[in-house]
């Protein structure tokens, strides 16, 4: 009884080793191959459709209209 699971445990071990191998190598290349690379946003390029060399400045304006706090004087 022992000797036919532990040969059963071993089949089933070498086949799932088998298809995650597979399984595997079929991902990477699909996402090698076929995933699609993100977008560089269009302010990231020149007027000739060059990455622009410099180093990009962001600046985030936020609107602080909140009037129900109240003004400390």
Known sequence: MLAT???FASFL???FL???VI???VARDYL???H???KIHPEMYDKNGNIVPDEIV???FENYDNNDEE???
């Open 5 to 7: 699971s532990i040969v």
């Open 23 to 25: 399984g595997g190598w």
């Open 32 to 34: 090698m191959n076929y």
């Open 58 to 60: 962001a600046f985030r």
């Open 18 to 20: 088998i298809v995650g």
């Open 36 to 38: 699609e690379i993100g």
């Open 13 to 15: 071990l070498i086949l």
């Open 71 to 73: 003004d400390e004087d």
